[in-house]
């Protein structure tokens, strides 16, 4: 009979033998292939963590004892132990998310997927179980390798030390890799651990040894391999990593060897101070097709055949091939631009330009501020830094671009992969606040290009500023068609449509431009003329926009991100400083933290479809009695409902 359908929580897998939950992991890995297949989703690091997870639930009691994944894309597995075995909708409107979910279960506790915040949240909530009289309870955080490359991690670990009476047990997934193979020092230090000839000989021998005595050798081994005082830390000194932090060290341990984690992971439950677990995993574990892809090892796909692991649809050129594809030939012209990125080497297009120019790249690991003001400096220094990183993680380096980038008007481009909505990863994961947030910064260029010609040009232009900061921003997905231009003013922005009346201007940013070609369209079908254009730098607002606005009537701005400070929001106040009284609708996202969903689905409930837009845009026109041609040579009201403003 299988094991998987009879746990419904953790408490089920107490009653279990260690060769029934070595058999639960086989049947783990089995579902996930499966299922996984079907969805996409996060594969290979779930594969990796199948039988940490199960020694975690079966030592620790979730949710008395908070569990903390960073980043949660590896909680697919602790999902499955608790209770949530239906994976048919994951990542689906409806279905499970792809990371921790509050609402989902109470055994999940922190939503955000943000990486290198995980210790902090430990520190947090294990002092106030400290201070509140439940010190009696564990605080376990799971964090990736590549979340110690985060200076936030160092900045918890640091206070952590500070206070060593709770029980609080960190257990570093090492695997080599964070999204890919992980960079740095750090790195390194753990890749030489992970493969020493000393380290693995003497721990098959010193194991062979000690299980052979029996209970007590068992017991000796535990401790002579969790203390790093004894055996084998003359040969790793791992604790070198801590001993200036005073956390107590356990391991390295095989993290695929269930007895050796269930018995270090008692001895970190039963230390009652600080402890860091140290468990060696191979990412995609147990799935050849994933060992066998050298790039991410499956980090995350879409939908898959189980067997070979070939995708099942191809997909099309995506705006990151495109972008890619530019910066090399950028980099063929002009020798000062160089490259960096966050951990995300591959994942933002910049592998091609690594491969062309190995010396013009730089990786600095999941360290998005340090990149930022990196960036200031090889800018000072005379060359021209591409930053190329996913819109939803610009957020952590804000206070950079301003202090460090814009301040010292360093000319650093910023380009933003996945911006606006995302879809099936959820709200930490949806780009929508970088307009709002960067258009603040003083003297700071944002490009949203609506297609691939435009996502060209904007580079090409971006990287001949050298005084102050640029951003170019564009989604997730494959890449608009090419939506030409009847007409480039000179300041840049191009006309895509002109009415036959000036009733209505549409200001669609990056591909909603084509979004406004709808809208327009519809409109024209009801006898109201609309100009479409496409500022494609959006920030700082062109004349041409302004004096467009001041000879229409009424003016819709479209863009992929919150309505709450957005382009819009700066349209209208530019037009107000100008004199201009002509209204301005701004459409966008709301500013609230938004579910999982396809993109299509998200956008259909912020209102943000043609129809809706031009039966909003009918019902404004008729409510101000301005009179609209139905055909040429007459006027009249158009009978539609009114629809509730925004």
């Known amino acids: 009979m299988p094991i998987l359908p009879s746990i419904s929580g953790p408490r089920d897998l107490d009653g279990l033998s260690t060769d029934q939950l070595t058999e639960l992991a086989g049947e783990i890995r089995e579902f996930l292939v499966e299922n996984v297949s079907r969805t996409g989703g996060h594969l290979g690091p779930n594969l990796g963590v199948v039988e940490l997870t199960i020694a975690l639930h079966r030592v620790f009691s979730s949710p008395d004892d908070p569990f903390i994944f960073d980043t949660g894309h590896q909680s697919y597995v602790h999902k499955l132990l608790t209770g949530r075995q239906d994976f048919s909708g994951l990542r689906v409107r409806g279905g499970l998310a792809g990371y921790p979910q509050r609402s989902e279960s109470p055994h999940d506790v922190v939503e955000s997927s943000h990486a290198s915040s995980s210790l902090s949240w430990a520190d947090g909530i294990s002092r106030a179980l400290t201070a509140t009289g439940r010190a009696d309870r564990h605080v376990v955080a799971v964090v990736g390798d590549g979340a110690l490359t985060g200076g936030m991690t160092w900045e918890a670990l640091n206070n952590i030390s500070d206070d060593n009476d709770r029980n609080l047990v960190i257990v570093v997934n090492d695997n080599g890799r964070s999204y890919a193979p992980t960079i740095g020092g750090m790195s390194r230090y753990l890749n030489r651990v992970r493969t020493a000839a000393a380290y693995k000989d003497l721990h098959r021998k010193s194991d062979r040894l000690f299980r052979a005595l029996g209970p007590v050798g068992r017991a000796v081994f535990r401790g002579v391999r969790g203390g790093t005082h004894g055996f084998l830390s003359r040969f790793t000194n791992n604790e070198a990593l801590y001993s200036n932090l005073d956390i107590k060290y356990l391991g390295p341990v095989d993290g695929h060897d269930l007895p050796a984690l269930l018995e270090t992971l008692e001895l970190a439950k039963s230390y009652g101070a600080p402890v860091i677990v140290h468990a060696i995993t191979e990412k995609g574990r147990g799935y050849q ?15 898959i055949d189980p067997t070979t692991g070939e995708p099942l649809s191809s997909s099309g050129r995506g705006w990151t091939d495109v972008f890619s594809e530019a910066l090399v030939a950028v980099g063929e ?26 010396d013009r790249v730089y990786d600095v690991g999941i360290a998005e501020q340090h990149a930022v003001a990196s960036a200031a400096g090889l800018a000072f220094g005379g060359l021209h830094p591409v930053v190329a990183l996913y819109a939803t993680f610009m957020n952590r380096a804000f206070d950079q671009v301003l202090m460090d980038v814009a301040l010292h008007r360093a000319g650093v481009t910023f380009v933003l992969d996945r911006a606006g909505v995302t879809g099936p990863d959820g709200p930490s994961h949806h780009g929508m606040w970088d307009l709002a947030m960067l258009q603040i910064v003083p003297h700071i260029r944002i490009a949203a290009p609506r297609d691939g010609t435009r996502l060209a040009e904007a580079l090409d232009e971006a990287v001949l500023i050298d005084d102050a900061p640029t951003v170019i921003r564009f989604p997730k997905g494959e890449v608009a068609h090419d939506l030409p231009a009847i007409e480039r003013l000179d300041d840049g922005v191009d006309v895509l449509a002109r009415g036959e009346t000036e009733d209505v201007l549409i200001v669609g940013i990056g591909p909603f431009a084509a979004l406004g070609m709808e809208v327009a369209r519809r409109l024209r079908a009801q006898g109201i003329g609309a100009t479409v254009i496409d500022p494609r730098w959006a920030i700082p607002v062109q004349p041409s926009v302004v004096e467009l606005a001041a000879h229409h009537r009424l003016v819709i701005t479209l863009e992929d991100g919150i309505r709450v400070g957005g382009i819009g929001t700066r349209v209208r106040q530019v037009l107000r400083e100008a004199g201009i009284d002509t209204a301005v609708d701004e459409l966008g996202l709301p500013d609230e933290f938004i579910d999982h969903a396809s993109r299509d689905q998200v956008l259909a409930d912020a209102g943000l479809t043609a129809s809706k837009i031009a039966q909003d845009v009918v019902a404004q026109v008729l409510g101000t009695r301005i009179p609209v041609a139905r055909n040429a040579g007459e006027t009249g009201a158009i009978d539609l409902p009114l629809h509730e403003r925004r």
């Open 289 to 303: 097709p994933a060992r066998d892809d050298e790039a991410d090892q499956f980090h995350a796909v879409n939908r």
């Open 333 to 358: 012209r002009d020798p000062k631009v160089i490259a960096m990125t966050a951990a995300m080497l591959r994942p933002t297009g910049l592998a091609p330009f690594a491969e062309r120019f190995p």
